[in-house]
């Protein structure tokens, strides 16, 4: 069955640092991938997604492209700040009506 | 900027005992979900609703599981019988369509502890 597999946390930088957090993925046909945040004390929360292949998605200076050669979506951030420590989880869906997750690495960013 | 509420934050139970977990999704929103994460494991999806009944739902939402819209606005889910096993935190979500046209958009979550 579709899987993803994403980086043992905790992640643990200094402001400014470059982040990547490494997520691949099994999926039959042609998935979307997504990446959702979790920050304290709230719900999962949309960061980015592409839907096909060679597609980047991006936003609040995170980004991710979706490479199909090496099934894989992982997220950078050129210069993580103290706001961004939160457990980020890399999902795909296959257009049904669920998502299959990753069990979420733990960023920590310290000032 | 509407958002999906679920209560309890957390419960704490017996083995054996019934526990009903509430969300209220989003007002037009047509598609609703629940899904759970035991601790240090993966978020794991239960179950997807749609138009009142079950459209989807995974290996681990057996009998003792049963989810329920039953004024309009609220989702809810059941366990009837809960097992230690059951202890984990339980997001509630909703799309307005299907997961690859439309987000996904989460409760902050239902933290069960069985006991």
């Known amino acids: 069955g579709d899987s993803v597999t994403q980086m043992e946390g905790p992640v643990t930088l200094s402001e400014e640092a470059f982040l990547t957090i490494n997520c691949t993925y099994t999926a039959t046909g042609y998935p979307s991938l997504f990446w959702y945040v979790q920050y304290p004390g709230e719900g999962l929360q949309l960061l980015l997604k592409a839907t096909k292949a060679d597609d980047k998605g991006s936003n609040k200076g995170f980004e991710a492209t979706y490479r199909k050669e090496t099934t894989s979506f992982h997220l950078e951030k050129g210069s993580v700040q103290v706001s961004d420590s939160a457990v980020y989880f890399c999902a795909l869906t296959s257009g049904t009506y669920k998502y299959i997750f990753g069990t979420g690495t733990r960023l920590k960013v310290l000032a | 900027e509407p958002e999906v509420t679920q209560t309890p934050s957390h419960q704490v139970t017996q083995m054996g005992q019934e526990v009903i977990l509430r969300c209220v999704p989003i007002?037009?929103?047509?598609?609703f979900y629940w899904y759970r994460q035991i601790l240090g494991q993966k978020v794991e999806f239960l179950v997807s609703?749609?138009?009142?009944?079950?459209?989807?739902k995974s290996e681990i939402f057996d009998d003792q599981f049963s989810v329920e819209r039953p004024d309009g606005s609220n989702f809810t889910l059941k366990i009837r019988s809960t097992k230690l096993e059951d202890s984990a935190m339980y997001f509630c979500?909703?799309?307005?369509?299907?997961?690859?046209?439309?987000?996904?958009?989460f409760g902050e979550g239902s933290r069960l502890t069985v006991l």
């Open positions: 007002s037009n929103h047509l598609y």
């Open positions: 609703f749609y138009n009142n009944e079950i459209s989807e």
């Open positions: 979500a909703s799309s307005n369509g299907k997961t690859n046209t439309g987000e996904l958009f």
